[in-house]
C-alpha cells in the first residue's frame, strides 16, 4: 500500500524558489523591505525596496514606490522610483513607470506611459565589422552612424 518510491520528488537541501509565486493582494499594503527568491504578483502597494531574484508581475491595481530589483518584470500598474530589471521588461498598455530604470531588454505596448531614463546593459554589439575596428577606438564612438 505504501512504497518508498519517490520517483520525480526532490528532497534534496536544495529548493527551486523561483517556481515559487507570492501575491500580495489589492487592499495590501507593505512599507519596508522585501527580500526573496520566488516570483511576485502584486496587485497592493509596497513602499521600499523589493528584491528578488524572480518574476515580478503588478497588476492594474498594484503600486510600488522605492527601489525593485529583480530577474523579470511584467507591468500593468504603476512604478515610481529606481528599476533594475537584469532580463525583460515588459510595460502593458496601463503601466506607469517613473523614476530611473535598468534593464536588459525592453518592451513597451502602445499605451504604456515611460517616464524615465532608461539605461540598458549587456553585450555591447558594434555596428562596425571587427576587422575594421580601430584598436585605439573607444566606446564613444558606437552611437554614430553612417547617413544614407
Given at each position: 500500500m505504501f512504497s518508498d518510491n519517490?520517483?520525480?520528488?526532490?528532497?534534496?537541501?536544495t529548493t527551486d524558489f523561483s517556481r515559487n509565486q507570492n501575491k500580495i493582494?489589492?487592499?495590501t499594503k507593505i512599507i519596508g523591505d522585501v527580500i526573496s527568491e520566488g516570483g511576485f504578483r502584486i496587485e497592493g502597494t509596497i513602499e521600499g525596496t523589493f528584491k528578488t531574484t524572480g518574476?515580478?508581475?503588478?497588476?492594474?491595481?498594484?503600486?510600488?514606490?522605492g527601489t525593485l530589483e529583480c530577474s523579470d518584470a511584467d507591468f500593468e500598474g504603476k512604478f515610481?522610483?529606481?528599476?533594475?530589471?537584469?532580463?525583460?521588461?515588459?510595460l502593458k498598455p496601463t503601466a506607469h513607470i517613473e523614476g530611473e530604470v535598468t534593464v536588459g531588454k525592453l518592451?513597451?505596448?502602445?499605451?504604456?506611459?515611460?517616464?524615465?531614463?532608461c539605461s540598458m546593459k549587456g553585450n555591447v554589439k558594434s555596428l562596425s565589422k571587427p576587422s575594421e575596428q580601430k584598436p585605439s577606438q573607444s566606446q564613444t564612438t558606437q552611437g554614430q552612424g553612417k547617413s544614407a
Open positions: 519517490k520517483k520525480g520528488r526532490d528532497y534534496g537541501s493582494s489589492e487592499g518574476k515580478v508581475v503588478v497588476g492594474t491595481s498594484g503600486f510600488i514606490k515610481s522610483g529606481t528599476l533594475n530589471v537584469s532580463n525583460t521588461l515588459s518592451a513597451v505596448e502602445p499605451g504604456a506611459n515611460f517616464n524615465a531614463s
